[in-house]
């Protein structure tokens, strides 16, 4: 059967108090209508139809997705209006399921029962009982049938203590959704089309109205302020630490911990607070991440030690970190870093776009950009490579067993041979050979009798 998928995404977001569109805010590291068109993906959907309006342009061009197409709500006049504007891109037959853009946590197997529960035939609503159900459309039941969504500014009192309330998500079947869309009419409180008087229409069709339900309160929360984002930011995250923790991930704080992308934990990982992953991360068996620690699109290996405050930014290209290294504290990890095994890389190091054999160490305050690093090498404190020249970026190649002093400037592109020793505090611009001293700086002078300037009396 057909699905058809319309999401609304044209509103304001008034009390965000942003610039930003509403449903472009960022919730686990995604704007919220890319959460809602992930879930759209999921159900395999033949055509997504997003109704913009507010920032269309900007909306537009920030959020993808298979088979999406857009259209405007320009004015916005409530969410039959909205719909409207949709249907001419609906099929003429199956199922269409309305979901909100500003809702960003539907799971796929609920979108996916809502779905289930129309079977192409009936209008399903999904709904929910709230404890507070201000601001949202009660349903109104004739023993266990629904008859009608009253709109909550439209509502009696008696309609007020209704507490199962519309969670702004139906599926229609398609071809009776377009006729119903051509009757609506504004005569209410606030002068708008609304959808939710469609259930009205399908009563009077004799079509059978149905209620599904989400498996939780936190799928069909909506974002409407900074405080509701922020809300649903901790839900989302402690659901997260609630998976990672019973696979066996320690957290040190479920409360202080954040994924904004993919997580993967091996067994007997350990995670202190305030910890941050993005993008794609990946933890080997037996990997210890210290407090503060911040890391994006990095595959870290068995036994590695991320100590405090390392910060770690794969962005398209990756980081590596081979089994038993040591990172940190302090230490920053940039495109293109592969560390290998028991490499360790201490406090006020950036590595990019380099690579450190087995045993290599840099342990203090260097800089190591476009390398390739061999085993057991000693990078001394203070030293960095050159690898700019201006126009263009050369490469700097170590040898395996070079030891390297303390701030020595590395010119590339430039070799040190294998076993190679480079005098502390030396710039080197030629090859260094293998197994030899070398010492690139200017012979030390004490001038005799020489004083310091002294200022002049004023």
């Not at 269309?56 to 709500?73: H, I, K, M, T, Y």
């Not at 080997?284 to 991320?306: E, H, L, Q, T, Y």
């Amino acid at each position: 059967m057909v699905l058809d998928i319309v999401i609304m995404a044209a509103g304001k977001g008034t009390r965000m108090k942003s610039a930003r569109p509403k449903v472009l805010h960022r919730l686990a590291g995604r704007s919220l209508l890319q959460h809602v068109l992930q879930t759209a993906c999921a159900l395999g959907a033949d055509r997504i139809v997003t109704i913009t309006g507010h920032g269309a342009d900007e909306v537009e061009a920030s959020v993808g997705a298979p088979n999406l197409v857009f259209v405007r709500q320009m004015p916005q006049l409530g969410t039959g209006h909205a719909v409207q504007q949709a249907a001419p891109m609906l099929h003429d037959e199956g199922t269409t399921l309305i979901l909100n853009g500003d809702v960003p946590l539907i799971e796929a197997s609920t979108a996916r029962a809502l779905v289930d529960s129309c079977a192409g035939a009936k209008l399903a609503l999904l709904t929910i009982e709230l404890p507070d159900a201000s601001g949202y459309g009660r349903i109104v039941r004739d023993g266990d049938a629904v008859r009608a969504i009253v709109e909550h500014k439209d509502a009696t009192p008696d309609e007020h203590a209704i507490r199962e309330v519309y969670t702004g998500m139906m599926a229609v079947p398609t071809g009776a959704l377009k006729r119903w869309l051509a009757q609506l009419t504004n005569d209410n409180a606030q002068g708008e089309f609304y959808l939710t008087d469609i259930v009205a229409m399908a009563v009077a069709d004799g079509v059978p109205v149905v209620a599904a339900h989400p498996g939780s309160e936190t799928e069909v929360l909506g974002v409407n302020s900074p405080a509701q984002l922020a809300e649903l930011e901790r839900r989302y995250q402690r659901a997260r630490a609630d998976v990672l923790m019973e696979a066996g991930v320690r957290l040190a704080d479920p409360a202080r911990f954040d994924v904004r992308g993919e997580l993967a934990c091996g067994s007997d990982v350990e995670i202190d607070v305030n910890c941050i992953f993005e993008g794609s991360v990946d933890l080997g068996d037996n990997v210890r991440i210290g407090a503060n620690c911040m890391i994006r699109n990095a595959r870290i290996a068995a036994g590695a030690v991320i100590h405090p405050f390392t910060h770690i930014d794969g962005e398209a290209l990756g980081v590596t970190i081979g089994a038993g290294a040591l990172v940190g504290p302090f230490a920053r990890l940039r495109p293109g870093a592969a560390l290998g095994d028991e490499v360790h890389v201490g406090n006020f190091v950036e590595v990019k776009n380099s690579t450190l054999a087995k045993g290599a160490k840099a342990n203090h305050l260097a800089y190591l950009g476009d390398a390739s690093v061999g085993e057991r090498v000693n990078y001394g404190a203070g030293s960095i490579t050159a690898n700019y020249d201006g126009a263009n970026k050369h490469r700097t190649v170590i040898g395996n067993d070079v030891h390297v002093g303390s701030n020595c400037v590395l010119v590339a592109p430039v070799t040190l041979g294998d076993g190679a020793t480079i005098g502390g505090g030396s710039t080197i611009s030629k090859d260094a050979p293998a197994g030899q001293l070398t010492v690139a700086r200017a012979k030390q002078v004490s001038l005799p009798g020489w004083t310091r300037p002294v200022k002049k009396a004023k």
